[in-house]
């Protein structure tokens, strides 16, 4: 394809790879609803202040992953790295959480990255994703971690584990991190990014996978949480054991975006290579405020869609009901007219657009994969009969023009 060929990290959506997307979209709608969740399209293209702003300066996807440019007037814009500082704008200006409100909304959508594409990281992705905005209950960090494994669940996915974190607030965190700057300054052996982080964002470093083996005796957030935090967190966590749901603390979990505040999760699964997270999220009770907005709190999250289709079992493809065969023009008319009649009356179907050998023709229909061929030539016509053959079985048998749809229904 020379200079056409589609973009690094880029995918053509089709066939069984879009079936398995557009399932985990109606999936979405079904579980989702039933919590009250609201969907949301806002656009791909924001203003890059918005991104810088929301998610933060110094985090990876701002510093070295965002398509961004300045449009014919040389203002900057970038195609969203991920949905929430979008969905937050589009609440504010559309006043969604106003006067003590929930707003409780999902969106779905392409998402743009420029990482090192391998499986499971692409640079144009997808995202299922969920913002609960207006309330800093625990039930809603426990309602929302539950709705997210219904929805997994629902997709038929198992063996994933949810890993949880609270990250404190403004008023416990700094003291956190004057903890944790102190043990990262004791020793000089940090790999090279983390050198970097430890001055920018020194939270990063406890996820840093190489650095693992330097970290077991990093300060543990647990013990620098205040009372709110502390009690905030337990709750969720006692709401969560008494829906029957199993997690797994884990004290390295920051997060890569800037705006998380207390409750932070993810789910992984052992199961698709290195990028194990198909879904992460957490509290960012300062972010609608930092947007412009009013100061309310939200919690939210996103599965990565590729992700989770390399976990789910592709659909069966919908085979159409009927191809219709016509001999000439003339009853090439007829077959026109059948077919509408059939899709009305809820049948899928397609039909030949010009003669050809029966031989080439009959192949055709093999290959649409369909359930019934019905044949129209000239001689049936004259008598008002087509031909009606079951793929399936084999067996065909002529059938009034008028009584086709009644014979479909038969089978
Ligand atoms: P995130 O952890 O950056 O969070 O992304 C969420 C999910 O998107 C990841 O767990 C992963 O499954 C998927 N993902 C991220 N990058 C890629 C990529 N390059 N290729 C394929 N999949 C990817 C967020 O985006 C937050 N906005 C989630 C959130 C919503 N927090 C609160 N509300």
Redesign the pocket.
């Known amino acids: 394809m020379g200079n056409f060929a589609r973009l690094k990290g880029f995918t053509d959506l089709y066939g069984a790879d879009l079936a398995v997307f557009t399932q985990m979209e109606s999936t979405a709608r079904l579980v989702f609803g039933k919590y009250c969740y609201q969907e949301i399209r806002p656009p791909i293209l924001e203003s890059t202040a918005l991104f810088q702003r929301g998610i933060g300066e110094e985090t990876d996807v701002v510093q070295k992953e965002m398509f961004s440019f300045t449009d014919r007037k040389g203002r900057p814009l970038t195609m969203r790295p991920?949905?929430?500082a979008g969905v937050l704008r589009a609440a504010i200006e559309l006043g969604l959480a106003r006067d003590g409100q929930i707003a409780r909304l999902f969106t779905t959508g392409p998402m743009f990255?420029y990482?090192r594409p391998q499986k499971?990281?692409?640079r144009q992705?997808h995202?299922i994703?969920c913002?609960c905005l207006g309330t800093a209950s625990p039930y809603a960090d426990a309602e929302i971690i539950v709705m997210l494994l219904q929805y997994l669940q629902a997709l038929g996915l198992k063996e994933l584990s949810l890993k949880l974190n609270s990250l404190g607030c403004k008023k416990c965190r700094p003291g956190y991190l004057a903890a944790l700057k102190e043990f990262l300054a004791s020793r000089s052996d940090w790999c090279a990014d983390c050198q970097r982080r430890i001055q920018t964002n020194p939270l990063r470093v406890l996820d840093c996978k190489q650095c693992q083996p330097l970290l077991a005796n990093a300060p543990d957030m647990k013990d620098h949480l205040c009372e709110e935090c502390r009690e905030h967190f337990q709750k969720v966590l006692a709401l969560l054991d008494e829906s029957g749901i199993s997690w797994t603390p884990d004290t390295h979990l920051v997060?890569?975006?800037d705006y998380y505040t207390r409750t932070a999760f993810?789910v992984v699964s052992g199961n698709i290579g290195a990028q194990t997270?198909?879904?992460?999220?957490?509290r960012?009770d300062g972010l609608p405020a930092q947007l412009g907005g009013p100061d309310i709190p939200g919690i939210?999250?996103?599965?990565?869609m590729?992700?989770l289709a390399l976990l789910m079992e592709t659909p069966g493809a919908k085979l159409p009901d009927f191809y219709i065969v016509s001999m000439d023009e003339t009853a090439r008319n007829t077959a026109f007219l059948l077919a509408e009649k059939l899709r009305k009356a809820g049948y899928t179907g397609e039909m030949n657009y010009q003669s050809a050998s029966m031989k080439s023709m009959m192949r055709q229909v093999s290959r649409s994969g369909t359930r019934f061929c019905i044949v129209i030539g000239p001689d049936e016509l004259a008598r008002g009969m087509v031909t009606v053959k079951n793929m399936e079985t084999g067996a065909q048998k002529p059938v009034e023009m008028e009584r086709v749809v009644e014979e479909l229904a038969t089978v």
């Open positions: 991920e949905a929430t990255r990482e499971g990281r692409q992705f995202q994703n913002e997060r890569g975006l993810e997270a198909v879904a992460g999220g957490g960012y939210g999250f996103a599965c990565g590729e992700r």
